[in-house]
Nanobody, 127 residues
Framework: QVQLGESGGGLVQAGGSRRLSCAAS????????MGWFRQAPGKEREFVAA????????LYADSVKGRFTISKDNAENTVYLQMNSLKPEDTAAYSC????????????????????WGQGTQVTVSS
């Protein structure tokens, strides 16, 4: 089993940047594709980005495309989410998740594709 822990959340002004980290323990992340999801109060959890086992391919939700970048350092067993040009609507609890699958975004955007989740880290963007 792989355990995931997020960090890097906090308060940031609109237009600013933040980098989230997702550190894994128990298993090597080189065996898994990874996803980032977010959940705002009163809303359902939504897909943000995903990256393949090797880190060579990534997928993004339309709402963050061009602003967010997902990356994976298998040597450090860590996945990152670089968030730029943040907007108040990006405010949410961000969670990382691990999957043994990789495919089109229609598959990777579903929560049931992932088997292990972190606790989440809160990002608040002020206007």
């Amino acid at each position: 089993q792989v355990q995931l822990g997020e960090s890097g959340g906090g308060l940031v002004q609109a237009g600013g940047s933040r980098r989230l980290s997702c550190a894994a323990s128990g298993r090597s992340l080189s065996s898994y594709s990874m996803g980032w999801f977010r959940q705002a109060p009163g809303k359902e959890r939504e897909f943000v980005a995903a990256i393949s086992w090797s880190g060579s391919t990534s997928l993004y939700a339309d709402s963050v495309k061009g602003r967010f970048t997902i990356s994976k350092d298998n040597a450090e067993n860590t996945v990152y989410l670089q968030m730029n040009s943040l907007k108040p609507e990006d405010t949410a609890a961000y969670s990382c998740a691990a999957s043994t699958r990789w495919g089109f975004i229609e598959t990777m955007q579903k929560t049931q594709t992932y088997f292990s989740w972190g606790q989440g880290t809160q990002v608040t963007v002020s206007s």
